[in-house]
């Protein structure tokens, strides 16, 4: 989900969210961006986007 919000490649992404657990301090890790690739085949994720109507 957070890789379609940010157009982010995985390898960039798992870097990302590296650090968002080294800031906020957990003792986790990402996944390596080779297995999730494999995974993402199999996830169907689709986001509703607001319309920009008149102001």
Do not use: E
């Not at 490649?9 to 080779?34: C, D, T």
């Amino acid at each position: 989900m957070v890789k379609c919000v940010f157009s982010m490649p995985l390898r960039g992404l798992q870097g990302f969210i590296n650090s968002v657990f080294k800031l906020a301090q957990l003792l986790a890790s990402y996944l390596h961006y080779s297995c999730i690739s494999k995974r993402v085949k199999m996830i169907n994720v689709t986001f509703k986007r607001k319309n920009k109507g008149s102001i």
